[in-house]
């Protein structure tokens, strides 16, 4: 739960976050998705793979593990080392970034060298402190360092 709504990771660890519509039971992807597609692909020819050169960017972890909230932050854990925050309801300094998620690249530890294994399995938010697990070790982020941490990331990826 999530400012009133239910979110959980779609099926398989790898697909969409998705957001439950309770008046249109629907699940709604809050993932921003970018798809390029290399134009110079002959689909014509009988040889050629008319997906070759079809890219999807999202931009969140690749693999999405956990999902945790403060009350104020949505929080999603997965294949990075980090975990990202979600803009889509974040407010300022930002506004509303619609589907946007940005990595958390904080002061987890000296070095990185905590988050040299990636992947952050879970994570929980308790009080003003958010504890994710990773590989290496049991990690905690202060929250009140969070625009700091996000200030200087794009919320969607680049397409180039």
């Known amino acids: 739960m999530h400012k009133g709504k239910i979110y959980v990771i779609g099926q398989y660890s790898s697909t969409s976050i998705l957001e439950y519509d309770e008046a249109l039971d629907l699940w709604n992807p809050i993932d921003s998705v970018i798809e390029t597609y290399d134009e110079t692909i002959d689909t014509t020819d009988p040889f050629a793979d008319p ?39 974040y407010g300022p300094p930002y506004g509303n970034e619609e589907k946007g998620w940005r990595w958390i690249f904080g002061n987890f530890c000296s070095h990185l060298i905590c988050l040299a294994h990636a992947a952050s399995f879970d994570m929980v938010a308790v009080g003003d402190t958010l504890y994710v697990a990773n590989w290496e070790a049991l990690l905690k982020f202060p929250l009140k360092d969070l625009d700091e941490a996000i200030s200087d990331q794009e919320s969607y990826p680049s397409i180039e």
Request: net charge positive.
């Open 51 to 89: 997906y070759r050169g079809h890219r999807v960017y999202k931009n969140g972890p690749y693999r999405r593990f956990s999902l945790a909230s403060d009350g104020k932050h949505l929080f999603v854990a997965g294949s990075d080392a980090a975990p990202y925050v979600y803009m889509g309801d």
